[in-house]
């Protein structure tokens, strides 16, 4: 599963010279060329030189570079500074790091940006190489953006993240049930029956209860079984895996369904589709309108799409 971004990684790129480099793989930064690479080195293992003493401006971001605490929120957080983004092993062997130019990519906190897997790194590193020169817009890196929330705010404030998705989660999106009393929901009511039941069914064979449906807005108490069986799996998750489950809890208003995609039993368009299900039966019924529904269906694919694209690359060997 990959992105379109991910995917244009395994394109050829045209550089200066007319030399073409794979990004992401044995790209080099600087205009040295391959000069500026160890001889004999595999194609995994990058060697970056630093500009000439002539050329270079001390400063204590000379090797590396931090984004703005805006980036997590900011539309726009200046022009283009660099010419390449390429990936390499991080400094102790332990993971994977994105470098822009001969600088190493930080963290708005100005950690080191180290990514447990080289697909995810690479993905990342597509994002930056495909933002325009007169400006880095933050909103169209959304792996980026994850990899910041799981390797800075998730180790910070786990418990919080937990308790926020347990406190939702006895009224969760697929407990709710339409009443079947009246013709504006039978409709509803019956898609959600043949959609949405086989996920119910699912949560009583992974986690040994079976859900309570309820009708009423104020939602209803699950077992108290389910509730502690749930919360077992969040313990259990990596700071990835979970930073990934709670973005597309937040889209979804759901825990269950990222749940069922966390142990691969729902696809992102079939998790989409139950996601959508009222909504698109109105929108069926009453016509869509321009500017909002599909505005809202855009974006719901890129949260969710853009959350599981990470998932699976954390997992990438």
């Known amino acids: 599963m990959a992105t379109v971004a991910a995917r244009r990684l395994l394109q050829p790129r045209w550089v200066a010279g007319g030399r073409c480099r794979l990004l992401g793989t044995a790209a080099e930064a600087s205009p040295g060329g391959d000069s500026a690479r160890g001889g004999g080195g595999s194609d ?18 000379e090797t590396s570079v931090a984004m703005p605490t805006s980036f997590m929120t900011g539309s726009v957080v200046g022009k283009r500074f660099y010419r390449d ?37 690479m993905a990342i590193a597509a994002e930056w190489e495909y933002q325009e020169s007169d400006g880095i817009r933050p909103f169209t890196m959304p ?20 308790d ?27 898609k959600q029956k043949e959609k949405i039941d086989p996920i119910l069914e699912w949560v ?27 919360e077992t799996v969040l313990k259990k998750a990596t700071d990835c895996e979970l930073a990934s489950i709670d973005a597309m809890a937040a889209a979804a208003h ?33 016509g869509l309108v321009e500017g909002g529904h599909d ?8 949260q969710m799409s853009s959350a599981v694209v990470f998932l699976e690359l954390t997992r990438v060997l």
């Open 44 to 61: 995994d293992a990058i060697y970056v030189k630093k500009p000439s003493a002539a050329t270079a401006v001390t400063t204590r971001d």
């Open 254 to 286: 759901s825990l269950v369904i990222p749940l069922a995609i966390f142990r691969e039993r729902l696809g992102i368009e079939e998790a989409i589709e139950l996601i959508r299900l009222e909504e698109d039966h109105q929108v069926d019924r009453w």
């Open 295 to 302: 505005v809202d269906i855009a974006d719901l694919k890129v």
């Open 164 to 190: 926020n998705l347990m406190k939702k989660f006895h009224q969760d999106l697929v407990f709710c049930r339409s009443p079947a009393d009246s013709e504006l929901t039978i409709g509803v009511h019956q």
């Open 85 to 121: 983004a390429t990936v390499r092993r991080a400094d102790d062997g332990n993971g994977w790091t994105v470098m822009l130019d001969y600088r190493t990519l930080k963290s708005p906190a100005k950690r080191p940006l180290k990514l447990p897997s080289r697909a995810l790194a």
């Open 143 to 162: 792996l980026m953006k994850l990899a910041c929330t799981a390797l800075e705010r998730v180790p910070l404030t786990r418990r919080k993240v937990i």
């Open 204 to 230: 009583d064979t992974e986690f040994g209860f079976k859900p309570v449906v309820y009708t009423t807005f104020f939602g209803g108490k699950q077992d108290e079984g389910l509730a502690k069986a749930v």
